[in-house]
């Protein structure tokens, strides 16, 4: 931490959201919304910080450790995938709050840190009125940010779920909505469909900070050298600069660090969301530049000797991966299994886990993301605002007569676009 002692107090004392304050009034750390980690991005320009995906709470841990040694804001999420009702992993939208902070507590961390719900995913208007029940929930459990996906559904069906669920979001939190499934390079988003869910948002006075594009990439492990399209995104970045949002880059993990340093410089992205390497790292697997874990002669993963969590307990958690029929990224469901297992492990082999997961994300924020003393820049918007809620730098440019549900619909019969293949396409 580079601001002064007295700086960091007050926004301490103004910057964390009232769900925070309810749930931990006598917390030290620096939990905050969303957009807190935006604007800091954005201050500083050509800079992203990683959105960790915390599968398991040793991952958590390192993540943190690497924001407070690079001084960087940083993003703690999960998936409703993987942490919603029907989880796979013992991190989930109800308790990350309370694993973030009572880390954040023991490790004196001092960054700005906000705790996302990614994906909350809307597959069908039948999953709208049962969201509007849940998704009060988790921002009563501490969730600081969110990002609705519906971008399952066409295009006007995927708009109208976002005005739907609007309501129930706090006016203070972070917010990211998506256009266009993760499915590598079929069904890329275009620069029409992401102008027409961020007009209609705005015409409503909605101003997400960030939106999800299919820019090429895909979630979990990458299979081809495809990668993220930089000059689409860009493209797309550019046509949305009136409305002032900007972007969130999911499925890094397959991406080299050059590719996603271009990302950062050359578009307007401030939110990197980063799962599968981090899982891969937290267990001793090796992984190469562009987090994919290695693979040898069989199609098995690598366990480097001395990483990561005992050769033992690997070998177990390969015997009940083969044992489900698991392979590859299917091995993600071994987190909810072996949690306990993991922490069940001697002190020495918990600390080199998080201390793995530490290095790989420190050298992303620092010589990767740009993200070095964003933390300084996010405590700077808190005491500038005077507030937990920094407020927005959009303003509404349409006119809402013209985005009736009606109209929504029609405009939508006029995009082009290519949806690409159905299928399971899950981060």
Same mark, same amino acid.
């Given at each position: 931490?580079?601001?002064?002692?007295?700086?960091?107090?007050?926004?301490?004392?103004?910057?964390?959201?009232?769900?925070?304050?309810?749930?931990?009034?006598?917390?030290?750390?620096?939990?905050?919304?969303?957009?807190?980690?935006?604007?800091?991005?954005?201050?500083?320009?050509?800079?992203?910080?990683?959105?960790?995906?915390?599968?398991?709470?040793?991952?958590?841990?390192?993540?943190?450790?690497?924001?407070?040694?690079?001084? =960087?804001?940083?993003?703690?999420?999960?998936?409703?995938?993987?942490?919603?009702?029907?989880?796979?992993?013992?991190?989930?939208?109800?308790?990350?709050?309370?694993?973030?902070?009572?880390?954040?507590?023991?490790?004196?961390?001092?960054?700005?840190?906000?705790?996302?719900?990614?994906?909350?995913?809307?597959?069908?208007?039948?999953?709208?009125?049962?969201?509007?029940?849940?998704?009060?929930?988790?921002?009563?459990?501490?969730?600081?940010?969110?990002?609705?996906?519906?971008?399952?559904?066409?295009?006007?069906?995927?708009?109208?779920?976002?005005?739907?669920?609007?309501?129930?979001?706090?006016?203070?939190? @972070?917010?990211?909505?998506?256009?266009?499934?993760?499915?590598?390079?079929?069904?890329?988003?275009?620069?029409?469909?992401?102008?027409?869910?961020?007009?209609?948002?705005?015409?409503?006075?909605?101003?997400?900070?960030?939106?999800?594009?299919?820019?090429?990439?895909?979630?979990?492990?990458?299979?081809?050298?495809? @990668?993220?399209?930089?000059?689409?995104?860009?493209?797309?970045?550019?046509?949305?600069?009136?409305?002032?949002?900007?972007?969130?880059?999911?499925?890094? =993990?397959?991406?080299? =660090?050059?590719?996603?340093?271009?990302?950062?410089?050359?578009?307007?992205?401030?939110?990197?969301?980063?799962?599968?390497?981090?899982?891969?790292?937290?267990?001793?697997?090796?992984?190469?530049?562009?987090?994919?874990?290695?693979?040898?002669?069989?199609?098995?993963?690598?366990?480097?000797?001395?990483?990561?969590?005992?050769?033992?307990?690997?070998?177990?958690?390969?015997?009940?991966?083969?044992?489900?029929?698991?392979?590859?990224?299917?091995?993600?469901?071994?987190?909810?299994?072996?949690?306990?297992?993991?922490?069940?492990?001697?002190?020495?082999?918990?600390?080199?886990?998080?201390?793995?997961?530490?290095?790989?994300?420190?050298?992303?924020?620092?010589?990767?993301?740009?993200?070095?003393?964003?933390?300084?820049?996010?405590?700077?918007?808190?005491?500038?605002?005077? =507030?937990?809620?920094?407020?927005?730098?959009?303003?509404?440019?349409?006119?809402?007569?013209?985005?009736?549900?009606?109209?929504?619909?029609?405009?939508?019969?006029?995009?082009?676009?290519?949806?690409?293949?159905?299928?399971?396409?899950?981060?």
């Amino acid at each position: 931490m580079t601001v002064s002692q007295t700086d960091f107090s007050r926004a301490q004392e103004i910057g964390r959201p009232p769900n925070h304050v309810r749930l931990f009034p006598n917390s030290k750390a620096l939990i905050v919304s969303g957009k807190v980690i935006d604007a800091a991005m954005s201050k500083k320009g050509k800079a992203m910080t990683m959105a960790a995906n915390g599968r398991n709470s040793l991952v958590i841990r390192g993540a943190l450790q690497a924001a407070q040694r690079a001084n =960087s804001c940083l993003i703690i999420e999960i998936a409703r995938s993987e942490g919603g009702a029907t989880a796979y992993c013992p991190v989930n939208y109800w308790n990350i709050a309370r694993i973030v902070d009572a880390f954040c507590n023991e490790l004196g961390i001092t960054v700005p840190v906000a705790i996302h719900a990614d994906h909350y995913g809307i597959k069908t208007e039948a999953d709208i009125e049962p969201a509007k029940m849940e998704i009060p929930t988790i921002f009563e459990a501490g969730i600081t940010s969110i990002a609705i996906d519906a971008s399952h559904m066409y295009d006007d069906k995927n708009l109208l779920a976002n005005l739907a669920l609007n309501p129930f979001i706090p006016n203070w939190a @972070g917010l990211e909505t998506e256009v266009g499934e993760i499915k590598g390079s079929q069904g890329l988003s275009s620069a029409d469909e992401a102008l027409f869910i961020i007009k209609g948002l705005n015409s409503h006075g909605i101003f997400p900070n960030w939106i999800a594009l299919n820019n090429g990439t895909t979630h979990g492990i990458e299979a081809s050298s495809q @990668g993220i399209q930089v000059d689409l995104t860009a493209q797309i970045h550019k046509a949305l600069e009136p409305y002032r949002v900007n972007g969130a880059q999911h499925g890094t =993990s397959g991406n080299s =660090s050059e590719r996603l340093r271009q990302i950062a410089d050359q578009t307007n992205t401030t939110k990197a969301n980063v799962a599968t390497a981090l899982q891969m790292i937290s267990w001793g697997l090796e992984v190469n530049d562009y987090g994919n874990a290695a693979l040898d002669d069989n199609g098995n993963f690598i366990k480097v000797k001395g990483e990561g969590v005992t050769e033992e307990m690997w070998e177990e958690m390969v015997a009940y991966a083969d044992k489900q029929g698991w392979k590859g990224g299917n091995y993600k469901k071994l987190n909810l299994v072996f949690e306990n297992k993991l922490l069940g492990q001697p002190a020495e082999i918990r600390k080199r886990m998080a201390d793995r997961v530490e290095k790989f994300v420190y050298h992303l924020l620092v010589d990767v993301f740009n993200a070095q003393d964003t933390a300084d820049l996010g405590i700077a918007a808190i005491l500038a605002a005077g =507030s937990h809620d920094i407020g927005t730098t959009a303003t509404q440019l349409e006119d809402p007569a013209e985005w009736t549900e009606q109209k929504i619909i029609k405009r939508a019969k006029g995009l082009d676009t290519d949806k690409g293949p159905k299928g399971d396409f899950d981060d």
